[in-house]
Every structure is written in C-alpha cells, then in structure tokens.
C-alpha cells in the first residue's frame, strides 16, 4: 500500500528490511548497541562485523559510554547491507504501565529517526515496526503512534520516500488497516 503526503510518498511493505535498498534502514536495538535478537540480529549479521566496531566506537565517543536513551537515534554506515546506513534507535519496554509515557517514547524513535535522516541529507528511510517483538508494544497501539508521527513528519517537511517494512502479512494487515483510517483524516 502507498499514500502521498506533499511531495512525500508513504509505503507499506511486507519482507526483510536487511534487503531493502533505501539511504537508510532503521534498527530496533537496545542501549547497549551491541546488538541483539529480531531485527537488531538480522541487521548485523547482513551488515558484518565492521557496523558493531562502528557502534562500540558510538559508544564510547558519542555516548561518553553511557546507553542510547529510549526515542533517541544514531547513524552508522551501512557496511555489507543494501542500504547506505543504518539509524540505531531504542523503543520503549512494553509492561502495560505509564501507557502515555510509553507511547511519546516510542513516537520519538521515528521522529528522531526521520529527522537525522534529514539532517544528514538523506531521501529514503525504511523502519520495521519498533517495540512490537521482543519488548512486546501491543502491535495495534504501536501501527497507530507510528504511523501518526510519520504523516505528520511528511505534512512539515519535504524528505521523500518512507517505507514501513513489516515482517509478517498479519503485521501488514494491522498496519495497512490503520494507515487507511488515518487517511482519512489528512
Ligand atoms: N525485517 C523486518 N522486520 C523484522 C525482521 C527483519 N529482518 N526481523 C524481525 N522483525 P524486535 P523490539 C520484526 O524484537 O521489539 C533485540 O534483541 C519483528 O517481527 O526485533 O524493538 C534488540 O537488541 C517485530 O515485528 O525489536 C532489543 O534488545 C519487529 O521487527 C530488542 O530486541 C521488532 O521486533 C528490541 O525489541
């Protein structure tokens, strides 16, 4: 499914971010950035090793050797993937308390996300759905704040393409089915 907002197009698609060739995919890692299970471990196994001395390096100068914080985002090169770069950022840990908290932490993973892209010249960007494996975001909440911050991000700004990468046809469908009722708003 694809939607223009501006000069921006907006797509949804099922597969495996790791083949995508965009500017820039988005990883759902942790603080430590040393990688992970899900995506995290996908992205760095098709990248190689040079992407995780990128991330220690991070680590160390950027970060003075303290965890990225939850909805904030940092670039890497690309290395062996398609994609030029890779844009580490860390979702919010699901348990069903500080519900609003939660949800602003996670809209600022994609806005960060989309605006260091930005800031870095680049025209496409590809997430896969943050928070919703292994730290567990109910994956309709998630489809609804994601996407919402998207749209708006593309209704400011001139960037170009955004590509929703989802990994299963059911996480298409929650996605495709919430981007249809969004749009009907814009
Ligand atoms: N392409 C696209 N989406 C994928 C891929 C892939 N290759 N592999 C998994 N997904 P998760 P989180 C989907 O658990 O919930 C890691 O260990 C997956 O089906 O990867 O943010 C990190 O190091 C799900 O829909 O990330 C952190 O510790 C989505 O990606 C922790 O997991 C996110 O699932 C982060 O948890």
């Not at 990883?27 to 040079?50: E, F, M, Q, S, W």
């Not at 393409?161 to 919430?178: A, R, W």
Request: glycine letters at 10%; a neutral charge; proline letters at 3%.
């Amino acid at each position: 499914m694809e939607v223009h907002i501006q000069k921006n197009r907006l797509r949804l698609i099922s597969g495996d971010i790791t083949k995508v060739k965009t500017d820039c995919i988005v990883n759902a890692a942790n603080g430590t950035l040393y990688g992970g299970g899900g995506v995290d471990g996908a992205i760095h196994r098709a990248a190689g090793p040079k992407l995780l001395d990128e991330c220690k390096v991070i680590r160390k100068e950027q970060l003075k050797g303290e965890y990225l914080p939850t909805g904030e985002a940092v670039m890497t090169k690309g290395y062996e993937l398609p994609a030029k770069f890779v844009i580490h950022t860390v979702g919010p840990i699901w348990d069903g308390k500080d519900v609003d908290e939660k949800g602003k932490l996670l809209a600022h993973c994609y806005r960060n996300s989309l605006l260091l892209a930005k800031e870095k010249g680049l025209h496409s960007i590809a997430f896969p759905s943050i928070s919703t494996g292994a730290y567990r975001f109910p994956i309709e909440m998630a489809a609804e704040i994601a996407l919402k911050e998207i749209i708006q991000f593309l209704q400011e700004e001139t960037f170009g393409d955004v590509y929703m990468v989802l990994f299963s046809e059911k996480d298409y469908n929650i996605y495709k089915q919430t981007l249809e009722r969004l749009m009907e708003n814009v």
